[in-house]
């Protein structure tokens, strides 16, 4: 009788939950939601944030040896700014009950993924312009998209992101035009830099969505808001022109535009190449989780000074008030 009751109780929750999402209102973390949307969000939420501080690596590896000071300082704030990333995001998923740790854990022991895209090396520094031009190309695309996500910490955090992502794409699409109208030497570095990233940039949407495990569910409560394919189509389209600006040959050859569809056909993406680097085989990925280890690890005195001072603040206030 009590599970019959508790059961209705629990499905007229659900309604209102949904009805609310339809009416495009925020859902608030102290708001009834159910297990699974929470699971969801904690999952993607903590991903993305994983994301933007691995994502640190590749591009902090080549703050030393930017061509300039301008450069260095320009590639120093954008790294700065994806570091800012991480820490909006971690705090917008701490407000579902998870906590900054357990996040760490789950990444540091490789419960928890990242976008895979982090997983190539930055041999040259044409990379760190395909990267800010067509990675972060990539995540504004779905990060647009993410503003208007139902989950109301995690939209305003996107908002304020979304804002530096722009200078971020541009600052990346700068450098490859200064390579592409350079010497013959450095053109050829920003072609291979593009041959390089082009296709990894594709997979960072994810699987197609017939095959994608989460997201019919996640549309339906509103925390997609695209799917995969029509954002990565978006980004494959705006992208065209973009390379025939730099005067660059397109790295995929079966490009073409489809009159009937409004957009441009395109090659399909190597997939074993995806789920490989997913599991585990990329170019870096032992070395990015290896390097994050280390920087917590080397930290820890911080945290620990923190916390003691902490304390210390609070028994001095109690002392005062006795
Ligand atoms: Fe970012
Ligand atoms: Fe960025």
Same mark, same amino acid.
């Given at each position: 009788?009590?599970?019959?009751?508790? +059961?209705?109780?629990?499905k007229?929750?659900?309604?209102?939950f949904?009805?609310?999402?339809?009416?495009?209102?925020?859902?608030?973390?102290?708001?009834?939601?159910p297990?699974?949307?929470?699971? @969801?969000? #904690?999952r993607? &939420?903590?991903?993305?944030?994983?994301?933007?501080?691995?994502?640190?690596?590749?591009?902090? @590896?080549w703050?030393?040896?930017?061509?300039s000071?301008?450069? %260095? $300082?320009?590639l120093?704030? %954008?790294?700065?700014?994806e570091a800012?990333h991480?820490?909006?995001?971690?705090?917008s998923a +701490?407000?579902?009950?998870?906590s900054r740790?357990?996040?760490?854990?789950?990444l540091?022991?490789?419960?928890?993924?990242?976008?895979?895209i !982090?997983?190539?090396?930055?041999?040259t520094?044409?990379?760190?312009?395909? &990267?800010?031009?067509?990675?972060?190309?990539?995540? &504004?695309?779905?990060q647009?998209?993410?503003?208007r996500?139902?989950?109301?910490?995690? =939209?305003?955090?996107? #908002?304020?992101i979304? %804002?530096?992502? =722009?200078?971020?794409?541009?600052?990346?699409?700068? #450098?490859?035009?200064?390579?592409a109208?350079? =010497?013959?030497?450095?053109?050829?570095?920003?072609?291979?830099?593009?041959n390089? !990233?082009?296709w990894? =940039?594709?997979?960072? !949407?994810?699987?197609?969505?017939?095959?994608?495990?989460?997201?019919a569910?996640?549309?339906?409560?509103?925390? %997609?808001?695209?799917? @995969?394919?029509s954002?990565?189509?978006? !980004? &494959?389209?705006?992208?065209?022109?973009?390379? +025939?600006?730099?005067?660059l040959?397109?790295?995929?050859?079966? #490009?073409? /535009?489809?009159?009937?569809?409004?957009?441009?056909?395109s090659?399909?993406?190597? /997939?074993?190449?995806?789920?490989?680097?997913? @599991?585990?085989?990329g170019?870096?990925?032992r070395q990015?989780?290896?390097?994050? *280890?280390?920087?917590h690890?080397?930290?820890? /005195?911080?945290?620990?000074?923190?916390?003691?001072? $902490?304390?210390?603040?609070?028994?001095?206030?109690?002392h005062? *008030?006795?």
């Open positions: 009788m009590k599970k019959l009751r508790q +059961e209705a109780q629990e007229a929750l659900l309604e209102t949904q009805q609310k999402i339809d009416r495009e209102e925020k859902i608030e973390p102290k708001d009834w939601m297990e699974a949307y929470r699971q @969801n969000l #904690i993607q &939420i903590s991903q993305h944030a994983h994301s933007e501080v691995i994502g640190e690596q590749p591009e902090g @590896n703050i030393t040896r930017a061509p000071l301008r450069r %260095k $300082a320009v120093l704030a %954008k790294v700065q700014d800012g991480g820490l909006y995001l971690y705090s +701490e407000t579902l009950g998870i740790a357990e996040m760490i854990e789950a540091q022991t490789g419960k928890a993924k990242y976008a895979s !982090f997983n190539y090396p930055t041999q520094w044409g990379d760190i312009g395909a &990267i800010g031009w067509l990675v972060d190309g990539a995540a &504004i695309c779905n647009v998209s993410l503003q996500t139902s989950y109301g910490p995690y =939209s305003r955090a996107m #908002i304020r979304c %804002k530096e992502e =722009s200078f971020h794409q541009r600052q990346g699409y700068q #450098i490859m035009l200064a390579l109208n350079g =010497s013959e030497a450095q053109r050829q570095m920003a072609q291979d830099s593009l390089r !990233f082009y990894p =940039s594709l997979m960072m !949407f994810g699987p197609h969505d017939a095959e994608s495990a989460h997201s569910r996640s549309m339906q409560w509103k925390i %997609k808001r695209e799917t @995969n394919d954002l990565r189509q978006k !980004f &494959i389209d705006q992208t065209v022109q973009q390379i +025939e600006f730099l005067g040959e397109h790295p995929d050859k079966a #490009i073409k /535009w489809n009159d009937e569809r409004g957009h441009y056909d090659g399909e993406i190597d /997939w074993e190449e995806f789920y490989n680097v997913i @599991n585990g085989n170019h870096c990925n990015r989780i290896q390097h994050h *280890v280390n920087a690890e080397e930290g820890a /005195w911080v945290r620990d000074a923190q916390n003691a001072h $902490a304390e210390k603040v609070k028994q001095r206030q109690q005062a *008030v006795a």
